[in-house]
């Protein structure tokens, strides 16, 4: 004794145009189940939630692991690759 789909979309449909989330949901793409229309559906139900719940996200705070934001370069290794490859590239000019 399951009521029809597309009656049941229609029921939502009229429930969250009730609810004013703006997001436009037609019962078609409800009945679906999946899809764009349904996750931004489900998007706008949880911004609905955590604004009520008065939910605030904030910015993380990772701890510090010792590490350095960025590897050291040795400027003196690039500087020696580079008359490596140009004495590399005369001797096979020869």
């Known amino acids: 004794k399951w009521d029809d789909p597309g009656?049941?979309?229609?029921?939502?449909?009229v429930i969250l145009d009730e609810m004013r989330l703006g997001v436009e949901v037609?019962?078609?793409k409800l009945k679906?189940?999946?899809?764009e229309?349904?996750?931004g559906l489900l998007v706008a139900l949880l911004r609905k939630v955590?604004?009520?719940?008065?939910?605030?996200?904030?910015?993380?705070?990772?701890p510090d692991d010792?590490?350095?934001?960025?590897?050291e370069v040795d400027d003196d290794a690039e500087l020696q690759a580079e008359?490596?490859?140009d004495e590399m590239a005369e001797g096979e000019e020869e």
């Open 32 to 35: 679906q189940g999946h899809g």
């Open 37 to 39: 229309v349904v996750c």
């Open 83 to 85: 008359i490596m490859e």
């Open 66 to 71: 010792g590490f350095a934001e960025e590897a």
């Open 7 to 13: 009656t049941v979309a229609t029921s939502m449909s």
């Open 26 to 28: 037609s019962p078609a």
């Open 50 to 62: 955590l604004q009520e719940e008065g939910f605030r996200f904030h910015q993380p705070v990772f």
